[in-house]
T-cell receptor, first 112, second 113 residues
Framework: GNSVTQMEGPVTLSEEAFLTINCTYT??????LFWYVQYPGEGLQLLLK???ADDKGSNKGFEATYRKETTSFHLEKGSVQVSDSAVYFC???????????WGAGTKLIIKP | NAGVTQTPKFQVLKTGQSMTLQCAQD?????MSWYRQDPGMGLRLIHY???????DQGEVPNGYNVSRSTTEDFPLRLLSAAPSQTSVYFC????????????FGNGTRLTVT
């Protein structure tokens, strides 16, 4: 079946550190892949997406590349800020279906 | 542009009470859904709808009812509240397009005592 696995958190980094949050997936066909972010006390919002192999999604300094050969969609940022502290969710969506399959979320804590 | 609007933002219920969480979207999205988010549990799908008059169960439907009489509205009803339903509830919608993302409301924090 379809599934998404994220690295467990919390992930704690110092400001300006390099960030990687791992996400791997299992799916049939060619799903679309998403990263959502949830800031404290808020709903989830789309951070970036990629719809086919080798696509790179990017937004707010974050990037993720759709790697079909490794079934991965790792989130990266070169220099994190305190304001990046949030919970990050990886998700996939089969294009024939409305449903999203969610990872468990990774809490990111950035210390000044 | 309002997007997805949820009301109320906070609610406290006593065990056995009933209530309706409201959700409305103004993007003409076909798909609407309700999730609950518990600490350490991520998001769990309660019910969803792919259009007016069509609803279906998600992963954790027990204790909840939904209806979809219009494209815009998708209320979630708690029939007889239980402490296990203490959670944060999110409504989300999306269009039919394959890679279209979910748009979330800001959530309703429900406490059942």
């Amino acid at each position: 079946g379809n599934s998404v696995t994220q690295m467990e958190g919390p992930v704690t980094l110092s400001e300006e550190a390099f960030l990687t949050i791992n996400c791997t997936y299992t799916a049939t066909g060619y799903p679309s892949l998403f990263w959502y972010v949830q800031y404290p006390g808020e709903g989830l919002q789309l951070l970036l997406k990629a719809t086919k192999a080798d696509d790179k999604g990017s937004n707010k300094g974050f990037e993720a590349t759709y790697r079909k050969e490794t079934t991965s969609f790792h989130l990266e940022k070169g220099s994190v800020q305190v304001s990046d502290s949030a919970v990050y969710f990886c998700a996939l969506k089969r294009n024939s279906n409305y449903q999203l399959i969610w990872g468990a979320g990774t809490k990111l804590i950035i210390k000044p | 542009n309002a997007g997805v609007t949820q009301t109320p933002k906070f609610q406290v219920l006593k065990t056995g009470q009933s209530m309706t969480l409201q959700c409305a979207q103004d993007m003409n999205h076909e798909y609407m859904s309700w999730y609950r988010q518990d600490p350490g549990m991520g998001l769990r799908l309660i019910h969803y709808s792919v259009g007016a008059g069509i609803t279906d169960q998600g992963e954790v439907p027990n204790g909840y009812n939904v209806s979809r009489s219009t494209t815009e509205d998708f209320p979630l009803r708690l029939l007889s509240a239980a402490p296990s339903q203490t959670s944060v509830y999110f409504c989300a919608s999306s269009s039919r397009v394959g890679d279209s993302p979910l748009h979330f409301g800001n959530g309703t924090r429900l406490t059942v005592t």
